[in-house]
């Protein structure tokens, strides 16, 4: 799969190009359309106005859309979410920083024991407990590079914008964590990453929750003055303790903003290449939806309702509608409040229904980019109207995320 040879994107029958392509298969079927993916790919690095960036491989879970994307400009290494998924990675990608701390021995003891994978795979740190870990797993363990993540939510008293992940919020607690990785042997400290959730993964122009569009750019506005200065100030200072080869930040929805701060090398990025619903509603971009799922009716219980096999694709997070998959083709056609997207089953309600005959496909988008992944064995890619191929998830290769 080459994204090279992909033509230009466009959203005038999108639908209507991948709903040909599959005729001939089964479903639920998951397509990927290379022209959007490529567009997309190729819109993240316009954004990042030449910071190279880092791809967030839960957010793709398919090792052949992973390659396809860093064999194209402006793309280096990769962000994986677990240890047994950085070695894997690490296999046929040279550059794997893990964006969260491991707690797997095994995986840990097969990191201090391949010498090629140590020298690819970085770990993440937030506390002395993390290095613990790693000597009682791996005793007298070979020198291992890690990196440590600063906190980067905005709290203001008892009010916090941004995820819940790092003990180290300051200056002071980033550079005594750094001290005691120089002081201990089999460690090397190679890097700091923040990554702000409340600015990537927030779009700023819609409504969230009661919150108007412009609160929202207004908390985002107070959130990068605040974490472009804690993060200079930290790398600055731990700068001054190890030599760092990378300083990453950000997120899909952030990338102009995180680009833009001095003090960051690499900005991570995954979700907009497949363009799910949740990345609708933000100014800078407008990714395509370049990866989504159609599923059969299989029955027609009633006027104005078809119901669909399967369909229950729902992300994780807060319960909420927004983490349930939308119906976008044909239009026309929603989800009935009362039963949502189903295990087995899901009933579409509208006018549309009605022109629906048994095995007509209806298309959804979910809400969050590589989860869909864990569901299915392949991806099948689309070029114009026709399935120009296959690229396996990594359930397809036998694996899961977690």
Not at 329 to 357: K, M, N, S, Y
Request: with cysteine; glycine share 10%; aromatic share 4%.
């Amino acid at each position: 799969m080459r994204l090279a040879a992909a033509g230009p994107w466009s959203p005038d029958g999108h639908w209507a190009r991948l709903d040909r392509a599959v005729a001939h298969l089964d479903g639920p079927v998951a397509a990927l359309s290379l022209e959007a993916l490529a567009h997309n790919a190729a819109a993240l690095v316009r954004l990042s106005d030449g910071v190279p960036l880092r791809l967030a491989t839960k957010s793709i879970r398919s090792r052949d859309v992973v390659h396809a994307v860093l064999g194209t400009p402006g793309w280096r290494g990769v962000l994986a979410a677990t240890l047994p998924e950085a070695l894997w990675l690490a296999e046929t990608v040279d550059d794997v920083l893990v964006g969260y701390p491991s707690a797997d021995r095994t995986a840990l003891r097969a990191l201090a024991a391949d010498d090629a994978a140590r020298a690819r795979v970085t770990l993440m740190v937030d506390d002395v407990a993390h290095l613990d870990l790693v000597d009682a797993a791996a005793p007298g363990h070979p020198e291992l590079r890690v990196a440590i993540e600063l906190d980067a939510a905005l709290v203001r008293g008892p009010i916090r914008y941004g995820v819940r992940r790092s003990p180290v919020r300051s200056v002071a607690a980033a550079v005594a964590l750094a001290e005691a990785i120089a002081r201990r042997p089999g460690f090397r400290l190679v890097g700091l990453m923040a990554y702000e959730s409340q600015v990537a993964g927030v779009p700023d122009g819609v409504r969230r929750g009661s919150a108007p569009a412009l609160a929202v750019r207004a908390m985002q506005r107070l959130s990068m003055r605040d974490v472009a200065e804690r993060r200079a100030a930290a790398v600055a200072a731990v700068g001054r303790i190890a030599e760092l080869e990378l300083v990453n930040g950000g997120g899909t929805g952030s990338i102009d903003r995180t680009a833009r701060d001095p003090s960051v090398t690499e900005v991570a990025a995954g979700s907009g290449l497949y363009g799910p619903h949740l990345f609708d509603g933000y100014r800078a971009l407008a990714p395509a939806p370049a990866l989504a799922f159609s599923a059969p009716v299989v029955r027609r219980p009633s006027p104005g309702c078809a119901t669909l096999l399967g369909g229950g694709w729902t992300a994780s997070g807060p319960a909420r509608r927004d983490r349930l998959p939308v119906v976008v083709w044909p239009e026309g056609l929603r989800l009935d409040a009362e039963e949502g997207a189903g295990e087995v089953q899901t009933p579409v309600l509208g006018a549309a229904a009605d022109g629906l005959r048994l095995g007509d496909r209806v298309w959804l988008r979910h809400a969050k980019a590589g989860e869909p992944c864990e569901r299915i064995d392949r991806l099948h890619v689309v070029a114009g109207d026709a399935v120009v191929g296959t690229a396996n998830t990594y359930r397809g290769e036998g694996r899961m995320l977690l």
